[in-house]
């Protein structure tokens, strides 16, 4: 059997008495994109948050049960938490690129962790941009700031730095929610393109984006999965009522 790149067990998350999520089990295989959907506040970002150990970073936040990362489980203290946010990449809801130059955002991590040559940060820039999809838009400005590019682009480089650590998963956290929808369009089919070469998970509001973009698709209901399955039997054929009510928009 194939194991997955990426799954939890059990997994518990509670933020002081607030229990926000409940006994989640997923697995992520590699080289597929699932969608995580469901209503606000059900807790799809938290859950993506404990994949990377984002939630370390929140003080009253506890997270208890298993995150397997090829089999090996990354919730416990001695994982290099440095090392394992290269390995699975995130992107947020609104483009955060640093006020600096389009090349020095995406050569910062590889520098961080000690890239120094010239040409090797050159090659990994390029690559990384070409990979996001940003690379002819931007060759020719590559020195000035990435403030200067618009939203949608933005967000490509904000996928480019993430991709210039070479990482195995990506996590996205609705990342066109603040796009128009041509720069959307970019994102999905972007999106659709790299899970030729990684895993990736993909918070979103947008049923059709859901149902464009991804394998499979898992339903959060106030901390809990309901259904999890096939993206096409999760919008066409759901086996759970809440399922059906949420995906025709019955409420949520
Ligand atoms: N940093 C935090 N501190 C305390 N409680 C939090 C924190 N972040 C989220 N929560 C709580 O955890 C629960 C799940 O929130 P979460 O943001 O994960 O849901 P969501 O499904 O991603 O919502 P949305 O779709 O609105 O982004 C909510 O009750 C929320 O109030």
């Avoid at 994982?79 to 809801?93: A, S, T």
């Avoid at 959060?220 to 039997?233: R, W």
């Amino acid at each position: 059997m194939s194991q997955s790149k990426l799954a939890t067990e059990s997994l518990n998350v509670y933020y002081g008495q607030n229990h926000a999520i409940k006994g989640v089990d997923l697995s992520f295989p590699r080289n597929t994109v699932t969608a995580l959907i469901g209503p606000s506040g059900c807790g799809k970002s938290t859950y993506l948050r404990c994949l990377n150990r984002m939630n370390d970073l929140i003080p009253n936040a506890k997270v208890e049960g298993q995150i397997l990362l090829d089999g090996n489980n990354i919730n416990e203290q001695k994982v290099n938490v440095g090392q394992l946010r290269k390995r699975i990449g995130m992107v947020f809801q609104r483009p955060n690129p640093f006020s600096k130059s389009i090349f020095e955002n995406v050569a910062y991590g590889p520098r961080h962790h000690g890239v120094s040559s010239k040409a090797k940060l050159n090659e990994i820039v390029e690559e990384s941009l070409r990979k996001a999809a940003l690379w002819d838009e931007v060759k020719d400005r590559i020195h000035r700031s990435a403030l200067a590019l618009s939203g949608g682009q933005q967000q490509r480089l904000c996928i480019a730095r993430a991709l210039s650590m070479s990482p195995e998963i990506l996590l996205l956290d609705e990342p066109a929610s603040a796009l128009d929808p041509i720069s959307t369009g970019k994102i999905e089919e972007l999106i659709v393109e790299l899970k030729k070469e990684y895993t990736l998970i993909i918070v979103t509001h947008n049923m059709q984006q859901a149902a464009r973009i991804s394998d499979s698709t898992a339903f959060f209901y106030v901390g809990e999965v309901v259904e999890h399955g096939d993206t096409n039997q999760i919008f066409t054929t759901p086996k759970q009522q809440q399922t059906e009510d949420y995906v025709t928009g019955r409420f949520g």
